[in-house]
């Protein structure tokens, strides 16, 4: 696994037709730093949902704005930034769903919170309201159990 110090970044029009640009980019750069196949899937998808929910609560589907995608990886981990200048929401009020009743009653949609937190190895969201609003998702390179592992052997 490649641990070094990296930035990139993005802008794209916050319009689903550009879901697949950012997710081509989220997946080459993991793929460059050593991630496997079912660890780039998980930072895909929850980088589609972010954009996601950007796209229609924070900007509700208005494609002339702009949403801002950046990585930062250093010795330990890869981060994805999200940022957009839309409605902010609280966080921390997002209950996260019982999944046998989700499934019980057939609902659509409104997992996209719980797929990032449940994919990625820490989900953070800040917002400056009236300025900015952004989600960090963090997956790292080795995890408690690898760095234990590594140490007995």
Do not use: W
């Not at 689903?16 to 460059?32: G, H, M, Q, W």
């Not at 609560?57 to 990886?73: F, N, S």
Request: proline share 2%; glycine share 6%; with cysteine.
């Amino acid at each position: 696994m490649m641990k070094t110090h990296a930035d990139y970044s993005m802008r794209i029009p916050s319009h689903t037709d550009n879901l697949e640009i950012v997710r081509n980019f989220v997946s080459a750069v993991a793929k460059k730093v050593g991630f496997g196949d079912s660890e780039i899937s998980k930072i895909e998808l929850s980088v589609d949902e972010a954009c996601t929910n950007v796209i229609e609560h924070a900007y509700r589907h208005k494609a002339k704005q702009k949403i801002d995608v950046a990585i930062k990886i250093d010795y330990q981990k890869f981060t994805v930034i999200i940022t957009d200048r839309g409605r902010a929401f609280n966080f921390k009020d997002v209950e996260m769903p019982d999944m046998k009743t989700y499934l019980a009653e057939l609902r659509v949609g409104g997992l996209g919170i719980y797929l990032m937190k449940t994919l990625m190895d820490k989900v953070e969201y800040h917002s400056t309201p009236g300025k900015k609003n952004e989600v960090r998702m963090v997956k790292y390179f080795l995890k408690k159990n690898d760095a234990s592992r590594e140490a007995a052997g």
